[in-house]
């Protein structure tokens, strides 16, 4: 079964303070890993997709990274707008678009 | 103009009622999904419709039936609900039945 495990459970971090989020799955044929934002009280908002290992994505102060195991999350320079839980997903081929979610990385961010 | 969306944004209600989640999006896309993020905050996915065509029907209790009228709207009937059902619902949709797919607000229920 596939299976997809977040790490740290929680960060704090000091504006400015860079760090990273690790997402590890497990696959029976990986389509696409997915990273959501969740802001309380909101739905996921989508950030990025992955294919293929060694690929790479940016977005402001985010960046994505894929391996044929994990999956990194760095933030760079973090702001406190950037607190939120950070999710990430794997969609297998074989699985009509069924997205498995890890628990998520709940981010905090202070001045 | 919002995306995906749904009503109601709260529902409270008691145990035994039979209750509906409405969702529409205006993205003019092929497939939607319902999913439940328990007290956990871990989302699971429970259906998924492509072209009003049921695909996805993950282990849920047959209480749970959704409905698809139009590619545009999916909607989720809930049945003799359980104290074991409160959680957040959310709708989401995609181009496609692959690739990322975009949440709506969530709707949580309370059931006492």
């Known amino acids: 079964e596939d299976q997809v495990t977040q790490s740290p459970e929680a960060l704090r971090l000091q504006e400015g303070e860079s760090s990273s989020l690790n997402c590890s799955y497990t696959v029976s044929g990986l389509r696409g890993l997915f990273w959501y934002r969740q802001d309380p009280g909101k739905g996921p908002e989508f950030l990025f997709t992955?294919?293929?290992a060694g690929e790479e994505k940016e977005k402001e102060r985010l960046k994505a990274t894929l391996t044929k195991k994990e999956s990194f999350l760095h933030i760079t320079a973090p702001k406190p707008e950037d607190s939120a839980t950070y999710l990430c997903a794997v969609q297998a081929f074989d699985s009509w678009g069924k997205l498995q979610f890890g628990a998520g990385t709940q981010v905090v961010v202070t001045p | 103009d919002t995306a995906v969306s749904q009503t109601p944004k709260y529902l409270v209600t008691q145990m035994g009622n039979d209750k509906s989640i409405k969702c529409e999006q205006n993205l003019g896309h092929d497939t939607m999904y319902w999913y439940k993020q328990d007290s956990k905050k871990f989302l699971k996915i429970m259906f998924s419709?492509?072209?009003?065509?049921?695909?996805i029907n993950e282990t849920v209790p047959n209480r749970f039936s959704p409905k698809s009228p139009d590619k545009a709207h999916l909607n989720l009937h809930i049945n003799s609900l359980e104290l074991g059902d409160s959680a957040v619902y959310f709708c989401a949709s995609s181009p496609k039945p692959f690739g990322e797919q975009y949440f709506g607000p969530g709707t949580r229920l309370t059931v006492t």
């Open positions: 419709y492509n072209n009003k065509e049921l695909i």
């Open positions: 992955l294919y293929s």
